[in-house]
T-cell receptor, first 114, second 113 residues
Framework: GENVEQHPSTLSVQEGDSAVIKCTYSDSASNYFPWYKQELGKGPQLIIDIRSNVGEKKDQRIAVTLNKTAKHFSLHITETQPEDSAVYFCAAGPGYSSASKIIFGSGTRLSIRP | NAGVTQTPKFRVLKTGQSMTLLCAQDMNHEYMYWYRQDPGMGLRLIHYSVGEGTTAKGEVPDGYNVSRLKKQNFLLGLESAAPSQTSVYFC????????????FGQGTRLTVV
């Protein structure tokens, strides 16, 4: 089955610097890759997603890159701010209709130092 | 707009007790899911439903049962709670089209002693 590995498990960056979180997946059929942000005491919330027909997607300070050949994708946050402190999850899902197959990574706890 | 609402937010159970977690969504979504979140293990799918009256097993279904009698509600039951079921439980829903945004509830923290 699909396996998604996420690194690092914790990340601390200075406010204003960039943060990068990396994920790898095992199932070559995967073609949907969402990223979720979970703030303390809340449920995860989608912040950006990418499908395998594109290599990069950007939304203001966040961007995701995808390398299907290497089976890895990354989240980039630029000009980090205190409100970026949270746990981030990557996930991978198949290209066909199967709700059960979206697999999450183990999460990265991002802390922004003032 | 409430989105996805979970009841209760916190619960402490004794080993062997039973309980039901309720999830309600007001977005008319077909798909609903129950996940558990444990430290260092991300979100693992317990059971899911692709529509009213349907349920299916996810990654870690043992010890849990579910029902989807109404489209807007998805219930998660623990018949005989065990300490290994201590976790944070999240319900989520998504539209008919798979591989689109899932909307999560605020979570239920369950402790089994």
């Amino acid at each position: 089955g699909e396996n998604v590995e996420q690194h690092p498990s914790t990340l601390s960056v200075q406010e204003g610097d960039s943060a990068v979180i990396k994920c790898t997946y095992s199932d070559s059929a995967s073609n949907y890759f969402p990223w979720y942000k979970q703030e303390l005491g809340k449920g995860p919330q989608l912040i950006i997603d990418i499908r395998s027909n594109v290599g990069e997607k950007k939304d203001q300070r966040i961007a995701v890159t995808l390398n299907k050949t290497a089976k890895h994708f990354s989240l980039h946050i630029t000009e980090t701010q205190p409100e970026d402190s949270a746990v981030y999850f990557c996930a991978a899902g198949p290209g066909y209709s199967s709700a059960s197959k979206i697999i999450f990574g183990s999460g990265t706890r991002l802390s922004i130092r003032p | 707009n409430a989105g996805v609402t979970q009841t209760p937010k916190f619960r402490v159970l004794k080993t062997g007790q039973s309980m039901t977690l309720l999830c309600a969504q007001d977005m008319n979504h077909e798909y609903m899911y129950w996940y558990r979140q444990d430290p260092g293990m991300g979100l693992r799918l317990i059971h899911y439903s692709v529509g009213e009256g349907t349920t299916a097993k996810g990654e870690v279904p043992d010890g849990y049962n579910v029902s989807r009698l109404k489209k807007q509600n998805f219930l998660l039951g623990l018949e005989s709670a065990a300490p290994s079921q201590t976790s944070v439980y999240f319900c989520a829903s998504s539209p008919t089209t798979p591989n689109t945004e899932a909307f999560f509830g605020q979570g239920t923290r369950l402790t089994v002693v």
